[in-house]
């Protein structure tokens, strides 16, 4: 188990906050992030970053910041850091002529 587990732009935020364990759901959002980008034009990142922090910043803008509202024991991950409160997007604004279905699964 390490931070360091997958490409930096599919890494999902758990690894980020330092969880020590994990399993098939890391995988499962690098495959969300993947849907993102078939839609996208080719050669683009869904969750484009130099950094971690940045990357974090460009989650958040998407799938809205971590609480413990949404996100059961998010804030007592070894490295979570407190973000400033962002709503989540609506996937269907963000890829406006995609399916429901498929907008649903890749959430």
Known sequence: MTQNVGTLNYRAPEIFFGATHYGPAIDIW???CIMGELILKFGNLFFNAIDELSLLKSI????????EENWTGVSSLPKYIEFEDIESANLNEIFPFTDSKYLDLMS
Do not use: E
């Open 30 to 32: 690098s495959i969300g």
């Open 60 to 67: 958040f803008k998407i799938c809205g910041t971590p609480s």
